[in-house]
């Protein structure tokens, strides 16, 4: 039974636009093929309007709010977010396609950021030197910048504008957020608990849209900064235009993943490591294992050990309790499965072909099984590229100095695992390898919401990471303020540079 696909549209200032859009985009079901929802796009003229509707709400009503008034906001929306992250999972499975487990998962880790954010007078509180000279004290502070933008993947619509939008607002910025095209629902729905949390109007935006509406918020002259999260090209061409446009960039990009398991370790921990991060939310994932970096001699058995538990895994809706669910387009699926031809043709083993095998769902979804290749080289595409699906390869290295010289060549620096009882190596792991985020036998080593999150090389465009003390700094400018209160002691001439006496 077919039904008439929803209308998706933009929140301004806490009530869903009214006017018309010039283009529309389609939102599917990937569990069904479905189209659900008809999204409208924004102009560069709506993206406009919504930029001065913040800029006003920021004048007005945030720049100058209390800390205490703040913190409630943020306490009470921590609050709403909890009692309905099983709403908003319900929303991400239906239209990204990845398991209603882990797409609670995903709402918890962001809501582990608003739990930091909460913290924020003790986060904002700036520094006071009494007497750096005499009866001259020297204090710093640090305030709001203004608009900021939040450009965010189809990969985790919920957490990943939620690493930067609960410390944004805390430290008083008003922010516009443009989610992906693909499953922009979830976003709508955090939005409204913003407003029901008590967030004036206008301090958080959402403008759904394409090119036209990032292009707008890249060159609009109110908006101070932007966080961008995305695959590699577009992330550099955001930090470049941004930037060209003076403004201050994070821009996350794509990922290449290894996983190096040497001979001493617990393959059996090692493969359920290697088929969790492989292919949970079907590869979906920037910190996904894609290449399992093998240390001969245990390959082989790593292998069978990783071939027998895929065996087990059940693909299908989302909402079923399915192991992993669809890929979130078919375009999407379709080029991923273009890469087990590629792979083949290079030279590697296909052990398991994703192409096989039943799926439990109704309708035409948009699914592969996972896949598993071996004998995988560093110039073959399945290697080279970000496939972004649930594809892991196999490569195998002689010693743990062809292991690290792999990674450190590869373009990407996001996350990286080793997996060893030995100490010494893990240690030596850590400091050598050139990647942002490393896990020692943990194989998805996301940060906590108080560390920072990004990764190294073409897996970030700027110099400041996610979420954490670098979060608090990217969305606030410090100010150093040197005081004196006069008395007859401070007069005279001294026309030489001020010293500390
Ligand atoms: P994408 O780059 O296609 O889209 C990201 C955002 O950019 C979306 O909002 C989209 O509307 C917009 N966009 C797309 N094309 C554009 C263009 N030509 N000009 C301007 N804006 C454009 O990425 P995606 O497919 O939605 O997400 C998957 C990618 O994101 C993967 O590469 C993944 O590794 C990466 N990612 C990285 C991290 C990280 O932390 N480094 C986290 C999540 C996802």
Avoid at 190 to 196: G, M, R, S, Y
Avoid at 201 to 230: C, I, M, Q, W, Y
Avoid at 449 to 457: E, L, R, T, V
Avoid at 465 to 480: D, I, L
């Amino acid at each position: 039974m077919s039904s008439t696909p929803t209308r998706i549209t933009h929140l301004v200032a806490g009530t869903p636009w009214e006017g018309t859009a010039e283009r529309t985009s389609p939102v599917y079901n990937p569990a069904t093929g479905a189209q659900t929802g008809v999204l409208d796009l924004a102009s560069a003229q709506v993206v406009g309007d919504v930029v001065g509707r913040a800029k006003q709400a920021w004048l007005d009503e945030w720049r100058d709010a209390s800390l205490a008034k703040r913190t409630q906001v943020l306490f009470k929306f921590r609050q709403l977010l909890d009692e309905r992250k099983e709403d908003i999972a319900a929303l991400i499975t239906a239209e990204h396609g990845k398991v209603l487990s882990d797409a609670v998962g995903e709402v918890t880790r962001g809501l582990e950021v608003a739990e930091f954010a909460c913290g924020i007078p003790h986060l904002m509180k700036g520094g006071f030197t009494e007497n750096a000279s005499t009866k001259v004290d020297v204090y710093s502070i640090r305030q709001s910048l203004g608009v900021v933008a939040v450009i965010s993947p189809f990969n985790f619509p919920a957490m990943v504008p939620l690493w930067f939008v609960p410390v944004a607002i805390a430290c008083g910025n008003a922010v516009v957020i443009k989610p992906s095209e693909k499953d922009p629902s979830a976003v709508n729905a955090v939005a409204a608990l913003w407003k029901e949390a008590g967030l004036p109007d206008g301090v958080l935006n959402v403008v759904h849209g394409d090119k036209e509406a990032v292009d707008a918020l890249l060159t609009h002259p109110d908006v101070r900064a932007v966080s961008f999260v995305g695959s590699t090209p577009i992330a550099k061409y955001v930090y470049e235009t941004g930037t060209a446009h003076g403004k201050r960039v994070q821009a996350l990009g794509g990922a290449k993943n290894h996983m190096v398991v040497l001979p001493d370790a617990d393959l059996d921990l090692a493969a359920d490591a290697a088929v969790n991060a492989g292919f949970g939310s079907a590869g979906e994932r920037c910190m996904a294992i894609s290449a399992l970096v093998a240390l001969e001699p245990i390959a082989d058995e790593l292998v069978g050990k990783i071939k027998d538990r895929m065996g087990k895994l059940v693909t299908g809706d989302g909402t079923r309790g399915c192991d992993m669910g669809p890929l979130v387009t078919k375009q999407h699926r379709d080029k991923v499965a273009s890469y087990l031809d590629a792979g083949v043709e290079a030279g590697a083993t296909l052990v398991v072909d994703g192409r096989e095998g039943d799926v439990d769902a109704d309708g035409d979804g948009f699914f592969l099984r996972p896949t598993l290749f071996d004998d995988v080289t560093p110039e073959m595409s399945v290697y080279t590229d970000e496939i972004f699906g649930p594809v892991l390869s196999v490569v195998r290295a002689k010693s743990y100095d062809e292991a690290i010289e792999l990674i450190n060549a590869n373009q990407y620096g996001n996350g990286t695992a080793i997996f060893t009882n030995d100490g010494g190596a893990a240690r030596r792991f850590q400091h050598e390898v050139e990647v942002g985020m490393i896990g020692i036998n943990v194989p998805i080593p996301v940060p906590m919401a108080y560390y920072s999150f990004g990764g190294w090389k073409s897996s970030l465009f700027g110099d400041t990471h996610a979420h954490g003390m670098e979060g608090v700094h990217f969305f606030t400018r410090g100010k150093v303020v040197t005081s004196r209160w006069l008395d007859p002691s401070h007069g005279g001439i001294e026309l030489g540079f001020p010293q500390n006496v």
